[in-house]
């Protein structure tokens, strides 16, 4: 993935797939914690684990070779959504699975205003359970105050590891242009191109194809 560059169709299927697993995951493993809450939720009530699943099994599905990049948007903003009703109907601790949204976006969307604007509504979703205080506020405000730094945090590393990793990337990927192109010299081949977008693998490919039939 190039930073100037959209996704192409494996990493969107690679990272609609991701969020639906981390979807069923994360749905499955509130069910534990949910047990010991006081007072216990109705039976009922876990079945929106169950929605949980259901949602990521539908992302499993999709054919994201086929859907525009900002598609993806729809995997953090569904998972928020989620999170925020555990947060305020059955515990606000709930509120910590959006560290798990926040580095996933930080990784997945590309564009930094779209990036901005996701972690925008991270910060609103994460306040919500502040309209809904059915304990002290102070104590509301503590477990936002302990997410939000946490979020933040987290999603910038990734983003920072995530563009370096990117940076180093595109250096190879100039270094492997270079050296296809004078072995293509050396071939006899036509005059090389060292733009960085060519397709390093169908180069290789028909070098090596051109080594195998001889002069």
């Known amino acids: ?121 991270f910060t609103l979703a994460t306040l919500a359970p502040l309209l809904f205080v059915d304990e002290t506020f102070s104590e509301q405000a503590h477990h936002i105050l302990v997410i939000l730094p946490v979020l933040f945090i987290s999603a910038a590393v990734v983003r920072y590891l995530r563009g370096a990793l990117t940076k180093r990337e595109r250096e190879y990927r100039h270094f492997a242009l270079e050296a296809v192109g004078l072995a293509e010299r050396i071939r006899g081949g036509g005059p090389a191109a060292t733009d960085e977008h060519e397709d390093v693998d169908r180069r290789l490919e028909e070098l090596a194809s051109r080594t195998r039939r001889g002069p």
């Open 1 to 121: 993935m190039h930073a100037d560059e959209g996704l192409n169709a494996a990493d969107r299927k690679r990272l609609g797939q991701l969020g639906g697993a981390l979807m069923i995951i994360g749905s499955l493993a509130a069910v534990p914690a949910a047990l010991f809450l006081e007072p216990a939720p109705d039976p009922v009530e876990y079945l929106g684990a169950l929605a949980g699943v259901a949602l990521g099994a539908i992302l499993l599905v999709v054919r994201w070779e086929g859907v525009p990049d900002r598609a993806l948007y729809v995997v953090p903003v569904i998972a928020t959504l989620y999170v925020t009703i555990a947060a305020v109907v059955f515990s606000d601790d709930f509120g910590f699975y959006q560290v798990l949204i926040g580095v996933y976006t930080a990784y997945a969307e590309k564009p930094r205003a779209d990036f901005l604007a996701l972690m925008a509504l």
